[in-house]
Nanobody, 114 residues
Framework: QARLVESGGGLVQAGGSLRLSCVNS????????MGWYRQAPGKERELVAS???????HYSDSVKGRFTVSRELNRDTIYLQMNSLKTEDTAVYFC????????WGQGTQVTVSS
């Protein structure tokens, strides 16, 4: 069983940067794709970024040009480098790994203050 663990969240001022990490501490799954969703209070969960084994990447329009998703070669470990953070980026960020079934991490809080 996979177990995804996120880290790197916290409080940062607008314009600052954070780097999130997601590590699979359980059984190695060699996920077809991995990525990040986020959910702000009162809003639906939205896809932020994803990366395949290709690797091919996908970003939501709201983070394109500011966020970068990367993956360690042959490992179920990904990162999300978040630059030029805005207050609207405040949310709980969830890591996922997908291979026929989707595994989720527990989430990490990112708070951007003005």
């Amino acid at each position: 069983q996979a177990r995804l663990v996120e880290s790197g969240g916290g409080l940062v001022q607008a314009g600052g940067s954070l780097r999130l990490s997601c590590v699979n501490s359980g059984r190695d799954m060699n996920f077809v794709s991995m990525g990040w969703y986020r959910q702000a209070p009162g809003k639906e969960r939205e896809l932020v970024a994803s990366i395949t084994r290709g690797p091919n990447t996908h970003y939501s329009d709201s983070v394109k040009g500011r966020f970068t998703v990367s993956r360690e070669l042959n490992r179920d470990t990904i990162y999300l480098q978040m630059n030029s953070l805005k207050t609207e980026d405040t949310a709980v960020y969830f890591c996922f790994g997908r291979t026929g079934y989707t595994f989720w991490g527990q989430g990490t809080q990112v708070t951007v203050s003005s």
